[in-house]
């Protein structure tokens, strides 16, 4: 599948799962991209941050027009939904068949992996528009300070998340003693999920109450790498500005408590921290990869990373790499287990964050390997959801957005 393919391929899914209007809620225009027409109808936070990068390589109005309505949905103290309902006539159905945590009817109430800035700085750098950036950086300044201040109760510079969803990662492995998860299977992850909620209910809309209530409180690596990352990005859009400086000190912080707190050297690996005791949670997953995106992680614990993970054939090195969860695990599985997703199958998204990463500190070959690899398995079966790790047969949805990101590789 050569480029003009590729690109053929991905417009027709970006502009089929277009979505414009007006909302009868709040009466702002909307103008956005559904991670897939079947099961996905509305916006994703990440979902749109990917989508917005991705159409930096086809369709540069639509790409501010994805962060300009999924920044729009910003409320005043600066929170920004990881699921926003503009068109309501579609919710009941949705609702019917998903757990999602809400103080309001039109949006939910928890975040996900904050990628906004550095979509941002994205969108900026292919547009040059200065009246999108300077529209962005109070959105993203306010954003950022929110997530300091109400998810970072004991100032360490680790945001925490307050169920696994919030991480994207859903059904991971490394949430499953933190969940309680008694039955390995969907229907069981739903169940865990709900009492969570039902915990909560009582402190809803009050993150630091619900952060010190303990009940599922996870300083998460892969949120964290992501949140570094991107307040890089964000410094880099303020310039020479105060701020700026606010927020390089504020991407350090991070990267520092990340190789203090989460780094075992032991295991050569990351590992989340779950409770206010901080207790790590010794599971190896894609999660523990993910601090190779930040340029300034040390060198010893790259090289390590790499020689004992990335590139082992019996973790994480498979045919079609990089899988969610190592080979090596007893609970990984590859195939599409009725929606018990991110325990073994590869995904697009993460391939992207740690091709780039793998190439900025100098392993272009396993770059361009993990990038070979994603473009055969979307030659294979088109833009899934997610891939066999053996085969690269596609998994999950079909015609799915962010997998469009091969055309940023």
């Not at 702002?28 to 991209?33: A, D, M, Q």
């Not at 991670?35 to 749109?48: E, I």
Request: hydrophobic share 40%; glycine share 6%.
């Amino acid at each position: 599948m050569n480029r003009e393919e590729l690109e053929a391929g991905a417009r027709n899914i970006l502009l089929s799962n277009l979505r414009k209007g007006v909302a009868d809620w709040n009466g702002k225009e909307f103008s956005f991209v559904v991670p897939s027409l079947r099961g996905y109808p509305f916006q994703w936070f990440w979902d749109s941050c990917f989508h917005a990068i991705a159409l930096t390589h086809l369709d540069l109005e639509q790409a501010k027009a994805e962060l300009t309505t999924l920044m729009s949905a910003a409320l005043p103290d600066g929170f920004i939904p990881h699921i926003i309902f503009w068109e309501m006539e579609k919710q009941p159905d949705f609702l019917s068949r998903n757990i999602v945590g809400m103080t309001s009817p039109n949006y939910s109430s928890t975040i996900q992996p904050p990628i906004l800035a550095y979509a941002v700085e994205r969108v900026y750098r292919a547009t040059g528009d200065e009246n999108f950036k300077q529209a962005a950086l109070p959105v993203l300044t306010a954003f950022y300070r929110w997530l300091r201040v109400n998810r970072d109760p004991d100032d360490d510079g680790l945001i925490a998340v307050i169920q696994p969803e919030e991480a994207g990662t859903d059904c991971s492995p490394k949430y499953d003693r933190v969940l309680g998860l008694e039955e390995l299977s969907n229907r069981g992850f739903i169940a865990a999920l709900k009492k969570v909620y039902e915990a909560y209910e009582p402190l809803r809309g009050d993150d630091l109450a619900i952060l010190a209530a303990d009940i599922f409180h996870v300083e998460d690596v892969l949120v964290n790498s992501i949140y570094a990352f991107s307040l890089r990005a964000l410094a880099r859009l303020l310039g020479d500005s105060p701020e700026a400086a606010e927020f390089h000190r504020e991407a350090e912080r991070t990267r520092d408590a990340l190789v203090a707190k989460c780094w075992d050297e032991a295991a050569g690996a990351f590992f989340d921290l779950s409770g206010v005791a901080e207790t790590p949670v010794k599971v190896v997953t894609i999660s523990s990869l993910m601090p190779l995106i930040l340029d300034d992680l040390p060198r010893p614990i790259v090289e390590r990373l790499v020689e004992r993970w990335v590139m082992s054939e019996k973790d994480f090195w498979l045919p079609y790499p990089l899988p969610s969860v190592p080979a090596s695990d007893p609970k990984f599985m590859p195939g599409n287990p009725q929606g018990f997703i991110w325990r073994g199958p590869s995904w697009i998204n993460t391939n992207w964050f740690l091709s780039h990463g793998l190439r900025g500190h100098g392993y272009v070959e396993l770059a361009d390997t993990i990038v070979a690899k994603s473009h055969e398995a979307i030659e294979k079966s088109g833009y899934r959801e997610y891939y066999h790790p053996y085969t690269g047969e596609g998994l999950g949805a079909r015609d799915f957005g962010w997998s469009t990101l091969i055309l940023d590789f």
